[in-house]
C-alpha cells in the first residue's frame, strides 16, 4: 500500500514563500513521477508540476519561474517550493506518485495567499 503525506502549506502573504512537502511510504521511490496538483473551490483539479525519476520538470503555465519541484530519494520526498505567491495559487495542493503499477494521491494540503 503506498501511502502519500503532505505537508508545509499554510497561509501567507500575496508575495510570501512557501515550500511544501510530499513524503511518499509503501512504495520504491526512485523510478516513479513526482507530480504536484491543485484545486481550488468550486473549480476542478489542474496540473501544476511533475519531476521524473530523471529529474526531468514539467510546469503549468501559470506557475513556471515562481515555482520549483524536486526531490530527494534519500528521504523519499518531493517538494515543491513556491515563490512570488498570488491569491490565485489559493488551493488545495494534492501530491501524486506514479509508478508502474502504482499511481496514488495524498489528501492535500492547504495553501491560502490573502493579504
Known amino acids: 500500500q503506498v501511502h502519500l503525506v503532505e505537508s508545509g502549506g499554510g497561509l501567507v502573504h500575496p508575495g510570501g514563500s512557501l515550500r511544501l512537502s510530499c513524503e511518499v511510504s509503501g512504495s520504491i521511490f526512485s523510478g516513479s513521477t513526482m507530480g504536484w496538483y491543485r484545486q481550488a473551490p468550486g473549480k476542478q483539479r489542474e496540473f501544476v508540476a511533475a519531476?521524473?525519476?530523471?529529474?526531468?520538470?514539467n510546469y503549468a503555465d501559470s506557475v513556471k519561474g515562481r515555482f520549483t519541484i524536486s526531490r530527494d530519494n534519500a528521504k523519499n520526498t518531493a517538494y515543491l517550493q513556491m515563490n512570488s505567491l498570488k491569491p490565485e495559487d489559493t488551493a488545495i495542493y494534492y501530491c501524486?506518485?506514479?509508478?508502474?503499477?502504482?499511481?496514488?494521491w495524498g489528501q492535500g494540503t492547504q495553501v491560502t495567499v490573502s493579504s
Open positions: 519531476i521524473t525519476n530523471y529529474l526531468i520538470t
Open positions: 501524486n506518485h506514479q509508478r508502474w503499477p502504482y499511481n496514488d
